[in-house]
């Protein structure tokens, strides 16, 4: 399984940036996908996750309310809408996949397979 993420760039607060992560290597619509990001100097934190089908969706308390988590299953894609974005969102955001759960899974070893990451940068 290979996960590209793109969309990421340059920002002012207060604005908006769509992520996508595009999936390749089978099995899409059966994992749990979730996105995390990474500050420089800080470990991974997670921000999101949704299951399979879509119906279930997850945030961390730093951006419930601000952020979105979708997929489209028939293009093998998983998307962030971040809205209202804050200099601390500065991060490298990448998107991780393992199999479905019904629980919350927001440690990173947790998953399978995550990608190289994209650059939001909010300029404040």
């Known amino acids: 399984v290979q996960l590209v993420e793109s969309g990421g760039g340059l920002v002012q607060a207060g604005g908006s940036l769509r992520l996508s992560c595009a999936a390749s290597?089978?099995?899409?619509?059966?994992?749990?996908m979730a996105w995390f990001r990474q500050a420089p100097g800080k470990g991974p934190g997670w921000v999101s996750a949704?299951?399979?089908?879509?119906?279930?969706?997850y945030y961390a308390d730093s951006v419930k309310g601000r952020f979105r988590i979708s997929r489209d299953n028939a293009k093998n894609t998983l998307y962030l809408q971040m809205n209202s974005l804050k200099a601390e969102d500065t991060a490298v955001y990448f998107c991780?996949?393992?199999?479905?759960?019904?629980?919350?899974?927001?440690?990173?070893?947790?998953?399978?397979?995550w990608g190289q990451g994209t650059q939001v940068t909010v300029s404040s």
């Open positions: 991780a996949a393992r199999p479905d759960t019904s629980r919350i899974r927001s440690y990173l070893g947790e998953y399978d397979y």
């Open positions: 949704i299951n399979s089908g879509g119906g279930a969706t």
């Open positions: 290597g089978g099995g899409f619509s059966s994992r749990y």
